[in-house]
């Protein structure tokens, strides 16, 4: 997603009224997406940015904000939703 690589860690699905929630990693670094997927970090570099996602969260990849629009037992549906207004990232507008 906008030269992001993103990887799905877990989905967490609650049975005592909480939503559902996803754990998540990126690099938009231009690094390859298999370092997404390595158990001991022993590069130069920082690792992945790990995360949490609920339904209606919002999270910048490069210049686009993509939301959760939903969270089910196998997968995380993103949206790209928001992109900046202006050159000093000051405002964000809906992507129709």
């Not at 690099?27 to 001991?40: I, Q, R, T, V, Y």
């Not at 990849?61 to 993103?78: G, H, S």
Request: hydrophobic fraction near 35%; aromatic fraction near 12%.
């Amino acid at each position: 997603m906008s030269g992001c690589n993103i990887r799905l860690i877990q989905i967490t699905i609650r049975d005592d009224g909480y939503e559902p929630f996803a754990a998540l990693n990126y690099n938009c670094g231009g690094l390859p997406e298999s370092d997404l997927f390595e158990k001991n970090w022993s590069k130069d570099y920082l690792p992945p940015l790990g995360f949490t996602m609920n339904v209606g969260d919002c999270q910048l990849f490069k210049d686009t904000f993509y939301c959760v629009e939903a969270i089910e037992t196998d997968k995380v549906t993103l949206q790209a939703t928001y992109k900046w207004a202006n050159p000093d990232h000051s405002r964000i507008e809906r992507i129709k």
